[in-house]
């Protein structure tokens, strides 16, 4: 699950130059740390995401949309826990799981009509059960306000149905989740992905490529090998860098044709 939520679904201390602290465009600073970001996502490097988590950081001192620029930084601290779970870091985990809570609270403080910024708190509220696993009620509850909010917001966001295709994909049948219920979702997310358009192109534009291999992946559990291999073939044209179907959805369709 680490590798799939680190394809999705991006501490400290990088040297940025002055003229880029200074500039006043501030669309073209964040187009220089989602490209870094997105860099960083594909090569699956946690040094690559903790430089680029500085540099949103020095966003921030240009004083715009900072609430953005917050969803970002709020995406990259749990990106960061996933490293600290593999990790096997459990303080890290909670600080940087806390940390993407904050983020996003304050992201949603200042535009509570940003849809993408409660889909992710729907992921970042599950994270808790790793270090909270006492307050599952709570959990659940804040997970399930942030579901409902976003769907109420943007019911076609197709990143909502991938981070709730998600959730229900690795959810035990006996609670309600399991292949069978998380295959519509992720179909959903594709289905909309055809349609849907970003307000600029700063607003978050992620996940295309992970639909298709998560369909993939509830065919390689079902055990039809060409479905799967057809949605692996629509995702790489998509995405054809993609670390999370080149690193993870093909490894385990060889490991299913054996």
Do not use: H
Not at 21 to 38: E, H, P, S
Not at 96 to 109: F, G, P, R, V
Not at 180 to 207: I, R, V
Request: net charge neutral; with cysteine; proline share 4%.
């Amino acid at each position: 699950m680490k590798t799939m939520i680190l394809a999705i679904l991006i501490a400290v201390l990088t040297t940025l130059n002055t003229t880029f602290l200074k500039a006043d465009d501030y669309t073209d600073a964040m187009l220089k740390a989602l490209k870094k970001m997105g860099d960083a996502a594909d090569k699956n490097e946690k040094a690559a995401v903790l430089k680029v988590r500085g540099d949103f950081e020095r966003i921030l001192q240009l004083k715009k949309n900072e609430w953005m620029v917050n969803y970002y930084l709020g995406m990259l601290d749990y990106m960061l826990s996933r490293y600290a779970a593999d990790e096997k870091n459990n303080d890290d985990v909670k600080k940087y799981t806390e940390s993407a809570i904050s983020l996003l609270d304050k992201c949603t403080d200042v535009n509570d009509q940003f849809a993408d910024a409660y889909v992710l708190k729907m992921a970042v509220q599950g994270n808790r059960w790793q270090y909270e696993p006492n307050k599952m009620n709570d959990i659940i509850a804040k997970s399930t306000e942030a579901k409902d909010i976003a769907f109420k917001l943007e019911p076609e966001n197709p990143r909502y149905y991938l981070i709730d295709g998600y959730m229900t994909f690795y959810t035990p049948e006996n609670f309600g989740g399991g292949v069978e219920k998380a295959q519509p979702l992720f179909e959903n997310s594709w289905k909309y992905f055809k349609t849907y358009k970003p307000k600029d192109e700063t607003y978050p534009n992620w996940g295309n490529d992970q639909a298709a291999g998560m369909i993939a992946m509830c065919y390689i559990k079902l055990e039809k090998p060409d479905e799967a291999k057809k949605w692996i073939d629509m995702a790489l044209e998509v995405k054809p860098e993609s670390n999370f179907i080149k690193g993870f959805v093909m490894p385990e369709y060889e490991k299913m044709k054996k």
